[in-house]
C-alpha cells in the first residue's frame, strides 16, 4: 500500500503561482510513476502531469505546458506540482497519484492505470 497526502492548495488570483506537495509513505516511492490530475465541478478528472521514477522524464497536458512543471524528491518521497501564470480555468481538485506501470504515454495518460490516489487539495484561481 501507498498513502498519498497532497498539500498547497488554495486561493490565488489569476497570474499568480502554487505550488502542490505530495507525500507518500508506505512501499518505496521511487518504484513508482507519479502522476497530478485534476478535476472540475461537473468535468471528468484530467490529467495535468506525469514524471518516471527517476525524475529524469516527465510530461504534461497541452493546456498546462510552460506553466506548470512537475519534479519529484525520492530521498523525501515527495513529489511536486509548480504552478506559473495560473488562469481561472486551472480552478480544481488537484490529485497526485502513484502507478505501477510502465512510463508510457500510453498508459500515464488514463486515470484507471494508477493504483494509489491521495484525497485531493483544491486549487482555486480568481479572476
Known amino acids: 500500500q501507498v498513502q498519498l497526502v497532497e498539500s498547497g492548495g488554495g486561493l490565488v488570483q489569476a497570474g499568480g503561482s502554487l505550488r502542490l506537495s505530495c507525500a507518500a509513505s508506505?512501499?518505496?516511492?521511487?518504484?513508482?510513476?507519479m502522476g497530478w490530475f485534476r478535476q472540475a465541478p461537473g468535468k471528468e478528472r484530467e490529467f495535468v502531469a506525469a514524471?518516471?521514477?527517476?525524475?529524469?522524464?516527465?510530461d504534461s497536458a497541452d493546456s498546462v505546458k510552460g506553466r506548470f512543471t512537475i519534479s519529484r524528491d525520492n530521498a523525501k518521497n515527495t513529489v511536486y506540482l509548480q504552478m506559473n501564470n495560473l488562469k481561472p480555468e486551472d480552478t480544481a481538485v488537484y490529485y497526485c497519484?502513484?502507478?505501477?506501470?510502465?512510463?508510457?504515454?500510453?498508459?500515464?495518460?488514463?486515470?484507471?492505470?494508477?493504483?494509489?490516489w491521495g484525497q485531493g487539495t483544491q486549487v482555486t484561481v480568481s479572476s
Open positions: 497519484a502513484a502507478s505501477r506501470g510502465a512510463f508510457l504515454k500510453s498508459l500515464f495518460l488514463r486515470p484507471y492505470e494508477y493504483n494509489y
Open positions: 508506505g512501499r518505496t516511492f521511487s518504484n513508482y510513476v
Open positions: 514524471i518516471n521514477r527517476s525524475g529524469g522524464s516527465a
